[in-house]
C-alpha cells in the first residue's frame, strides 16, 4: 500500500468553503468518511469553530453554485445535497451527496481513474489550504494523477506534495532518525528557529518571517502549525514508547 499526502491551497473566490474558513482562522473542517463511485460521491465531515463561523461552513457546503468538492471553477449542473446530522455550539456534522456530469470533476474521481477503486480518502480543511490523504495500492499512474489533477485546478489552487511513501515504513523520529516532515515544512521550521521565530520574546513574526521566505502569511502559518503538531505527537508516542519499555523490564 502507498500513502500520498498533498494540499490544495485555493485562490480567493474559487472554493466557496476555503472563502468561509479563511474569513474563521479558528474554525476545521475534516472527514469523518468518504467514499466515491465512478458518477457520485458521499462523505461526512466534522466542522469545528464559533457559530458564525459553522454558519459560513454550513451555508458553503449548502448553498454553493456547485459542489465544495468539485473542481469546476463554474456551476457543472451537479446533484448535490447536503443535511445537517449534528449541530452543537462549537461543532457540525455534515452529510453530503454528490451525482457529477461529464464536466464534473474531483480529486477522488480523478485518483479513482489513475489509481483504481480501493483508494481510502481522508481530508482536513484550514483556511485555503485543502490536505488530501490518500492510501491505495501503489498499482496505478501516480504522476497521471497529478498531472489530471493540475489540469482540472488550473489556476483555481497552488498543489504542494506533501508526503508519498509506503505505509508501512515508519516515519522516523527520535534519536537522530528523520523527522518524518515533508521538505516545505522542515524547510518552514528551520527557518523559524534561525530567525528566532520561537524565541521569548520572537526575534520575527509570521509575516516577517513569510516574506523572508517569500511564501504566502497563510502558507507559512499552515506548514508551521502542522510541523509542530507532528513532531508533538512524534513525542508524546516516543514517550509512551519510552514508558513501557520501562515498565516490562
Request: include cysteine; aromatic fraction near 6%.
Amino acid at each position: 500500500m502507498r500513502e500520498l499526502v498533498f494540499a490544495l491551497e485555493y485562490e480567493p473566490g474559487c472554493n466557496r468553503v476555503a472563502d468561509a474558513l479563511a474569513d474563521h482562522s479558528d474554525a476545521r473542517v475534516r472527514s469523518l468518511s468518504l467514499h466515491a463511485t465512478a458518477d457520485q460521491l458521499w462523505r461526512v465531515d466534522h466542522a469545528t469553530g464559533t457559530p458564525d463561523a459553522l454558519d459560513a461552513i454550513e451555508d458553503a457546503f449548502r448553498n454553493s453554485d456547485y459542489y465544495a468538492d468539485c473542481l469546476a471553477t463554474e456551476d457543472c449542473g451537479a446533484t448535490q445535497t447536503t443535511r445537517v446530522l449534528d449541530r452543537t455550539d462549537d461543532t457540525l456534522i455534515l452529510y453530503s451527496d454528490w451525482e457529477r456530469t461529464p464536466t464534473c470533476a474531483s480529486v477522488p474521481h480523478i485518483a479513482r481513474d489513475h489509481l483504481g477503486d480501493g483508494v481510502l480518502f481522508e481530508t482536513r480543511h484550514e483556511g485555503r489550504h485543502y490536505t488530501w490523504r490518500l492510501i491505495h495500492a501503489g498499482e496505478g499512474d501516480v504522476a497521471a494523477f497529478f498531472d489530471s489533477l493540475g489540469v482540472a485546478v488550473g489556476e483555481c489552487a497552488q498543489m504542494e506534495m506533501l508526503r508519498t511513501a509506503d505505509t508501512t515504513t515508519g516515519a522516523g523520529g527520535r534519536d537522530g532518525k528523520p523527522s518524518g516532515l515533508p521538505p516545505a515544512q522542515e524547510a518552514a521550521l528551520q527557518a523559524a528557529v534561525e530567525h528566532g521565530y520561537y524565541e521569548s520574546p520572537r526575534e520575527v513574526d509570521v509575516g516577517e518571517l513569510a516574506e523572508h521566505l517569500d511564501v504566502p502569511r497563510s502558507t507559512l502559518t499552515y506548514r508551521l502549525r502542522r510541523a509542530e503538531e507532528h513532531l508533538a505527537k512524534q513525542h508524546v508516542a516516543g514517550e509512551q514508547v519510552a514508558e513501557e519499555r520501562l515498565a516490562s523490564h
